[in-house]
């Protein structure tokens, strides 16, 4: 509140006040008020935080908010065109606080995963566009990995061996928050289908992988048309590493580290997908041997290979090739699982993005 309070009364001082006492008097009012605010201020400040960073876990909202308001003194001491204020002490404010810096990154992911568990419980269908169905935790979970993006973007860091630290921290804290949501959909994948007579494909199971493959998309460095994909670019990331390159020559190593990063979250998140699309196989497995089973005994002799053919022409007709027949006999035995086959595959073509359905063909 006192931060509040004499950034307040800076700002209203800076904008308002001393420009007309400066025009009656040639006397820069904010220059006097600000030395006078180093002088009682910065102290106070400098004291709290070093108390504080001995218990952090009691500090993390206020000395954040603290640290902005702080900030945002300094740099109206920055504009001021007085000499003789160049050694104050606010100029370089940011050293109070680097302390806590990785505490709110900390704090932050404990944040993001608490909302993101609630995301999930009351997880919905959402239409986000026209072509693509995406839940409304992929939604949550990217509002509030873009508010770790404005973390960052707030924080503007000064100090290039601190900044380092900093965004592998950050780094590793979105991409853990990224694969921690990818776990938490990927444990209820399948939660409805226990007690299943016989498995049938839903939008649910599609939405899920969706998710995923988005998840994946946004830790990605290639372009992409994904709704999701920019999260990272918005840090700027490369910027960062062209100054921390002139400055202090390690820009290029941060790069190849943050990278190496980023890359193995968007891998350990294609082994979630591929495990799903691998489970969601199986789980029509049980069903197409019973159909097998029935179609093999109404056949009196169809052979296995016939039953092979027919699914492998199933598939195709999904995928819009019709150019071969079977026997009419066949087909009537076979027709009940064509049908099972040709209604999941629709629902999965329907939902899918064409990358995972593409794969998932595959697996089958």
Same mark, same amino acid.
């Given at each position: 509140?006192?931060?509040?309070? $004499?950034?307040?009364?800076?700002?209203?001082?800076?904008?308002?006040?001393? /420009?007309?006492?400066?025009?009656?008097?040639?006397?820069?009012?904010?220059?006097?008020?600000?030395?006078?605010?180093?002088?009682? =201020?910065?102290?106070?400040?400098?004291?709290?935080?070093?108390?504080?960073?001995?218990?952090?876990?009691?500090?993390?909202?206020?000395?954040?908010?603290?640290?902005?308001?702080?900030?945002?003194?300094?740099?109206?001491?920055?504009?001021?065109?007085?000499?003789?204020?160049? +050694?104050?002490?606010?100029?370089? $404010?940011?050293?109070?606080?680097?302390?806590?810096?990785?505490?709110?990154?900390?704090?932050?992911?404990?944040? !993001?995963?608490?909302?993101?568990?609630?995301?999930?419980?009351? *997880?919905?269908?959402?239409?986000?566009?026209?072509?693509?169905?995406?839940?409304?935790?992929?939604?949550?979970?990217?509002?509030?990995?873009?508010? @770790?993006?404005?973390?960052?973007?707030?924080?503007?860091?000064?100090?290039?061996?601190?900044?380092?630290?900093?965004?592998?921290?950050?780094?590793? !804290?979105?991409?853990?928050?990224?694969?921690?949501?990818?776990?938490?959909?990927?444990?209820?994948?399948?939660?409805?289908?226990?007690?299943?007579?016989?498995?049938?494909?839903?939008?649910?199971? !599609?939405?899920? @992988?969706?998710?995923?493959?988005?998840?994946?998309?946004?830790?990605?460095?290639?372009?992409?048309?994904?709704?999701?994909? +920019?999260?990272?670019?918005?840090?700027?990331?490369?910027?960062?590493?062209?100054?921390?390159?002139?400055?202090?020559?390690?820009?290029?190593?941060?790069?190849?580290?943050?990278?190496?990063?980023?890359?193995?979250?968007?891998?350990?998140?294609?082994?979630?997908?591929?495990?799903?699309?691998?489970?969601?196989?199986?789980?029509?497995?049980?069903?197409?041997?019973?159909?097998?089973?029935?179609?093999?005994?109404?056949?009196? +002799?169809?052979?296995?290979?016939?039953?092979?053919?027919?699914?492998?022409?199933?598939?195709?007709?999904?995928?819009?090739?019709?150019?071969?027949?079977?026997?009419?006999?066949?087909?009537?035995?076979?027709? /009940?699982?064509?049908?099972?086959?040709?209604?999941?595959?629709?629902?999965?073509?329907?939902?899918?993005?064409?990358?995972? =359905?593409?794969?998932?063909?595959? *697996?089958?």
């Amino acid at each position: 509140a006192v931060s509040e309070s $004499c950034l307040t009364l800076c700002s209203t001082i800076q904008n308002s006040i001393s /420009p007309e006492v400066k025009r009656l008097t040639g006397v820069d009012y904010l220059a006097i008020y600000v030395a006078s605010l180093d002088t009682l =201020f910065s102290p106070a400040v400098m004291d709290l935080m070093e108390r504080w960073s001995q218990k952090k876990e009691l500090a993390v909202t206020t000395s954040y908010v603290l640290y902005l308001n702080t900030k945002r003194m300094s740099v109206i001491a920055q504009q001021l065109e007085t000499t003789d204020l160049k +050694g104050l002490k606010l100029l370089n $404010c940011q050293r109070w606080f680097k302390k806590m810096v990785p505490v709110w990154l900390k704090v932050a992911l404990v944040i !993001c995963k608490e909302r993101i568990d609630r995301a999930v419980e009351v *997880d919905k269908i959402a239409i986000v566009t026209d072509e693509v169905c995406y839940s409304s935790s992929l939604v949550d979970t990217l509002t509030f990995l873009h508010q @770790l993006v404005d973390f960052w973007n707030n924080l503007d860091w000064t100090s290039p061996e601190e900044t380092y630290t900093f965004v592998v921290e950050l780094i590793n !804290c979105i991409t853990d928050a990224a694969k921690y949501y990818v776990e938490q959909i990927y444990t209820r994948a399948f939660e409805h289908t226990s007690g299943m007579e016989q498995f049938s494909i839903t939008v649910r199971e !599609c939405i899920i @992988l969706n998710n995923m493959k988005h998840m994946q998309l946004m830790l990605s460095p290639e372009p992409s048309s994904s709704a999701v994909a +920019g999260l990272l670019d918005e840090l700027e990331l490369h910027k960062t590493f062209d100054w921390l390159q002139q400055e202090i020559g390690i820009g290029e190593q941060g790069r190849i580290l943050v990278g190496n990063v980023v890359k193995s979250a968007a891998e350990d998140i294609g082994q979630k997908i591929t495990s799903e699309s691998e489970q969601l196989v199986m789980q029509f497995i049980p069903a197409i041997r019973v159909f097998i089973d029935e179609a093999m005994q109404a056949a009196q +002799g169809a052979t296995i290979e016939q039953v092979g053919v027919y699914t492998a022409l199933r598939l195709s007709a999904v995928m819009g090739r019709n150019d071969v027949e079977l026997p009419v006999m066949t087909k009537m035995v076979l027709s /009940p699982l064509g049908e099972y086959l040709n209604t999941n595959l629709k629902t999965l073509s329907s939902n899918l993005l064409f990358s995972v =359905f593409r794969n998932l063909l595959e *697996d089958i």
